[in-house]
Structures are given as structure tokens and as C-alpha cells.
T-cell receptor
């Protein structure tokens, strides 16, 4: 029940295209859903996060869509750029976010 | 503000040895969490410290321990190292209370031979 399932494992997108990564969870106590971006040799960096009281949140080219009834959330990267090539992790935690449960990660490659 | 710093960045140890990793959180942050990242298991939560107290612990054996000092700096220790402990160990700091965002350091890459 603590798992967060992430798909796909890897994704290749053309420059300017839309990258979509999906996550699903079981634990209804999860209350905070962040997405992290990680480049090789670096620690994960927060991209965008959402709480279950909203169905969508947009920051620049990054959008989280959240479906509480289906217990699913997804990351959309619009106008994908080669610089977006990285590993993306979804995560979830209960209130106050002190223990993040991560998905397995998606390796995104944006072809120029 | 300076980010989360971790030392050392790279470490090579042999089986049976012990290791201590250090993490300095963002100034003013009182919560420090540790995560292990491996290709097989992904990112897994080890433990969280807040105001020098361990508040939460993941499913790791007792060989993994940690502590936090009064200045919020944290150390984690792994005793009797095993080959499977080879991983990237990440520290994340958070302001505490209702501040949810965890800011990660660059990690310490541990190789156990």
C-alpha cells in the first residue's frame, strides 16, 4: 500500500513534443504529490507538486494532472526540449511530507 | 541561501568496515531526511530527523543509523558494510512544520568492495 507505480520506464520524445509520465498510488492517506527531476551526478530537484484538493497545477511548461478517484497523477512536459532529458520521479507522502515514497523513475530523452 | 551539502561526495570501503556520511541542511531547516538510491530498488527512505530526534524510519536493518546535532547537521552511519550497501546516499532538508518541500543534496556515492 506504500507503493507508487510509475510508467513508462523510459520515454523518447521529439523536440517540441509533449512528454507524459504517469503514476498511481494505493495509500489514500497520501496528501502531497511532488515530481522530481534528476540529472546524472546530481540529487533530485523539485519540479512541481500538487495537493489532492486540486485537479491540475501548471508551472511554465510543466503540468500535473491529478485524479483523486482513480488515485492517479501525471506529469505533462509541453514543448519538450533536449535540456529536459533527465530522470523523472513521482513521489507521494502523507501530510507534511516527511517521508517520500518514490516511483521507480522515468528516463526521458528528448531528441533534437 | 546555500543548498544542502553532503560530504564526502565519493567513498570506497571494503566489506565489514563502517562508514559515516555527513549532511549540512539549508540554513534554517530543521528536518533532515536520508534516502538510499540504487538502480535496483530506486529511491528508498532511510530515516528523518527533526530537532535532534528521529521521527520516522524506513525498512532498513539496524546497521543503518543516524543522528542530528543541535545545528541541524546530520550524520548517517552504516556499520558492517555489505556489497549491497553500494549506493548513492541522498540527504534532503525541509523547513519543518507545514513546509513540505524536500531539497536534496548531491549525494554521497558509496562503493563497497
Amino acid at each position: 500500500q506504500q507503493q507508487v507505480k510509475q510508467s513508462p520506464q523510459s520515454l523518447i520524445v521529439q523536440k517540441g513534443g509533449i512528454s507524459i509520465i504517469n503514476c498511481a498510488y494505493e495509500n489514500t492517506a497520501f496528501d502531497y504529490f511532488p515530481w522530481y527531476q534528476q540529472f546524472p551526478g546530481k540529487g533530485p530537484a523539485l519540479l512541481i507538486a500538487i495537493r489532492p484538493d486540486v485537479s491540475e497545477k501548471k508551472e511554465g511548461r510543466f503540468t500535473i494532472s491529478f485524479n483523486k478517484s482513480a488515485k492517479q497523477f501525471s506529469l505533462h512536459i509541453m514543448d519538450s526540449q533536449p535540456g529536459d532529458s533527465a530522470t523523472y520521479f513521482c513521489a507521494a507522502s502523507t501530510r507534511y511530507g516527511n517521508k517520500l515514497v518514490f516511483g521507480a523513475g522515468t528516463i526521458l530523452r528528448v531528441k533534437s | 541561501k546555500a543548498g544542502v551539502t553532503q560530504t564526502p561526495r565519493y567513498l570506497i570501503k571494503t566489506r565489514g568496515q563502517q562508514v559515516t556520511l555527513s549532511c549540512s541542511p539549508i540554513s534554517g531547516h530543521r528536518s533532515v531526511s536520508w534516502y538510499q538510491q540504487t538502480p535496483g530498488q530506486g529511491l528508498q527512505f532511510l530515516f528523518e530527523y527533526f530537532s535532534e530526534t528521529q521521527r520516522n524510519k524506513g525498512n532498513f536493518p539496524g546497521r543503518f543509523s543516524g543522528r542530528q546535532f543541535s545545528n541541524s547537521r546530520s550524520e548517517m552511519n552504516v556499520s558492517t558494510l555489505e556489497l549491497g550497501d553500494s549506493a548513492l546516499y541522498l540527504c534532503a532538508s525541509r523547513g519543518g512544520g507545514s513546509q513540505e518541500t524536500q531539497y536534496f543534496g548531491p549525494g554521497t556515492r558509496l562503493l563497497v568492495l
